[in-house]
Each structure stands twice: as C-alpha cells, then as structure tokens.
C-alpha cells in the first residue's frame, strides 16, 4: 500500500518543470543566476544545451522556454540575447519574457518588437511552431480582430498540429473573456475534437474549456455560482470525463512535457464533479506535482492540491482488495 506522506519523493510539492529533470536543474541555476543579477556564459551554455536538446519535440520545447522565461525575470533573457543574437532558443526566451512583462499591471513592452523578435526565430528554424504560438500570444494581448488568428494559425497547424501551448493560446483567445465567445470556443473544440488523437499533446483542451466554464460561473455569483456544478452533468463534459479517467492514467499513455500538468487538471474536475474515488485515483498518479493551475481557483494550489490528496489519495482502495485495477 503506497505510503504518500512517508515517502519524500512523493510529498505535495510545485514544481515548474513538472518531472523533466534536467530542465529542473537549469531552472535552479537560472533562479541563482537571477537573484544575483548577473549571468555568466557557464548558465547561457545550459539555457542553450536544454532547450536544443529537445530537438523537433516542439511541445517538449515550449514547456522549457515557458519555465525558463518564468524564472529568468526580465533582464536575463535580454542579456543572453545580447550574447547570442543569433540563437533561436535567446530569442524566443527573450520573446517569451516579453509576454510575461507585458501581462503585468502597468508594464510597457514593445510588442512590434517581440513580433520581430518571433520573426527572426522562425527564420533561423522554419519548422518550429513556437515563434507562431508567441505570435499568436501578442495577438491575445493586443486584443486583435480573429481575422488575424487565421493566417498564424494555418502556420502552426502545418508545423505540429496538436501543439499543447498554441492550442491553449487559441483557447484563450476565443473565449468570452478574451477576443472571442462560447459560441467560438464550441467551434474550436468541435473542429479538433474527432481529429485529435487521444493522446495527443493538446488532449486536455476540452478540459481546460469546462473547467474556464466552471470558474466563470462561480466567478458570476448568485444563481449562476449556484448551478455551476451542472456543467458537469453536461453529456459532452460527462464523456470528456469518462474518456480521460479512463485513459490518461494509464503507463505510458500521456507522455508530453505537461502531462502532470494536465493530470492536475484532470483530478481538479472529477472533484468538482463528485467523482472522488477517480480524483483519488488521478491525483496518485500525479506522484505529488501539483500546478499552480487550476488549484488556485479556490485558494493557495499546494495547500488545496495537498488538502485532496490526503483526502482521497493517500490510500489505493484496490491495495485493500488484494489488487488494483486493470
């Protein structure tokens, strides 16, 4: 029977990087490197090797610029392109930072040039998707008109078509709290929905839309608030439910850079739908790694993200029974 509070290995915790190990220890010296303010070419030359050695992996390589560019602050992705103008992996970590700059309160950044900076990484590497994504990122926070998402859009369905970020991006930007409405999201996920295979990067897409859906509902208070929960009770939200429980935590079923991330998210909505023996279920399967999203929808994520592990986790109820189900 698994022991979750004894075993170190397994305790709640937030990581970043998820369970990619050596992007962990990249990040930890990034974060050294940051919190003395300067950067020396020892922790450009790791910058450079992790996110190379994701190679075509393009998913693999955007879950390692987001954490990166979420550690490095705002000055050292400027200095490592400084360094080296002509790296793809500094100017999309430079590019990358820029959004997250901008998405500050009273922060001002240059979005044309974060524009040109994605165009000169999509030049010195063609086939990547991830200077398209950051693309279409500026259009989100510049509140573009969707007949610009098309074009870019075409460009990141030719490079790798069920890429988990930009497929999250679109998500973002054709919601109801964006550029979009839930007439938009509906047409998005019904255009990806019989066409994605199940274990694809961008499987929890359906997902993370109903549970958008969940939060604004609670976020509208009074009878809205009130009747959230029948999101779930929805036939396609049931059987979104039903194909995931079912499938995502199985061995070697997920295998994308954000596959815990994606666990994550996948417990969190059997909660809020009741299903809490297959929340218990996810949540082991998650070894411990909680995300910052969507836990902190209802307050601080590892405190929450902890409080239901040990409430539904901590045992494996087939353990009991002699087994555990197949």
């Given at each position: 029977?698994?022991?979750?509070?004894?075993?170190?290995?397994?305790?709640?915790?937030?990581?970043?990087?998820?369970?990619?190990?050596?992007?962990?220890?990249?990040?930890?010296?990034?974060?050294?490197?940051?919190?003395?303010?300067?950067?020396?070419?020892?922790?450009?030359?790791?910058?450079?090797?992790v996110i190379d050695d994701a190679g075509e992996d393009w998913d693999r390589k955007?879950?390692?610029?987001?954490?990166?560019?979420?550690?490095?602050?705002?000055?050292?992705?400027?200095?490592?392109?400084?360094?080296?103008?002509?790296?793809?992996?500094?100017?999309?970590?430079?590019?990358?930072?820029?959004?997250?700059?901008?998405?500050?309160?009273?922060?001002?950044?240059?979005?044309?040039?974060?524009?040109?900076?994605?165009?000169?990484?999509?030049?010195?590497?063609?086939?990547?998707?991830?200077?398209?994504?950051?693309?279409?990122?500026?259009?989100?926070?510049?509140?573009?008109?969707?007949?610009?998402?098309?074009?870019?859009?075409?460009?990141?369905?030719?490079?790798?078509?069920?890429?988990?970020?930009?497929?999250?991006?679109?998500?973002?930007?054709?919601?109801?709290?964006?550029?979009?409405?839930?007439?938009?999201?509906?047409?998005?996920?019904?255009?990806?929905?019989?066409?994605?295979?199940?274990?694809?990067?961008?499987?929890?897409?359906?997902?993370?839309?109903?549970?958008?859906?969940?939060?604004?509902?609670?976020?509208?208070?009074?009878?809205?608030?009130?009747?959230?929960?029948?999101?779930?009770?929805?036939?396609?939200?049931?059987?979104?439910?039903?194909?995931?429980?079912?499938?995502?935590?199985?061995?070697?079923?997920?295998?994308?850079?954000?596959?815990?991330?994606?666990?994550?998210?996948?417990?969190?909505?059997?909660?809020?739908?009741?299903?809490?023996?297959?929340?218990?279920?996810?949540?082991?399967?998650?070894?411990?790694?909680?995300?910052?999203?969507?836990?902190?929808?209802?307050?601080?994520?590892?405190?929450?993200?902890?409080?239901?592990?040990?409430?539904?986790?901590?045992?494996?109820?087939?353990?009991?029974?002699?087994?555990?189900?197949?």
């Open positions: 029977m698994p022991a979750f509070r004894r075993r170190k290995g397994n305790l709640p915790r937030l990581v970043p990087e998820l369970d990619d190990a050596p992007l962990g220890q990249v990040r930890r010296r990034v974060e050294t490197a940051w919190s003395r303010g300067s950067l020396d070419t020892a922790v450009m030359a790791l910058m450079a090797n955007a879950h390692r610029l987001s954490v990166l560019a979420q550690s490095a602050g705002r000055s050292l992705p400027g200095i490592w392109r400084q360094h080296r103008p002509e790296h793809h992996g500094a100017l999309l970590l430079h590019a990358w930072s820029d959004l997250i700059q901008a998405r500050q309160q009273g922060a001002v950044v240059d979005l044309g040039i974060t524009r040109e900076t994605c165009l000169q990484a999509a030049a010195l590497i063609p086939a990547d998707p991830t200077p398209w994504t950051l693309q279409l990122a500026v259009l989100r926070l510049e509140r573009r008109p969707s007949t610009e998402l098309s074009a870019i859009w075409r460009e990141i369905k030719a490079r790798d078509p069920w890429n988990r970020e930009a497929h999250l991006q679109a998500l973002g930007y054709l919601s109801p709290d964006e550029c979009g409405s839930s007439a938009m999201v509906l047409d998005l996920l019904d255009g990806v929905r019989s066409a994605m295979p199940s274990d694809a990067p961008a499987a929890g897409l359906e997902l993370t839309a109903f549970v958008h859906s969940h939060q604004r509902a609670v976020a509208g208070g009074g009878l809205s608030a009130v009747g959230a929960g029948e999101i779930w009770r929805r036939p396609d939200a049931a059987r979104a439910l039903d194909h995931a429980a079912h499938y995502w935590t199985s061995p070697g079923f997920l295998t994308h850079a954000a596959a815990l991330a994606d666990l994550n998210l996948l417990a969190y909505a059997l909660l809020k739908s009741s299903r809490t023996a297959e929340a218990g279920t996810v949540l082991r399967a998650t070894s411990g790694v909680a995300t910052p999203w969507p836990w902190n929808l209802e307050g601080e994520p590892l405190e929450r993200y902890a409080h239901y592990h040990g409430r539904y986790a901590s045992e494996d109820p087939d353990a009991k029974r002699g087994g555990r189900r197949r």
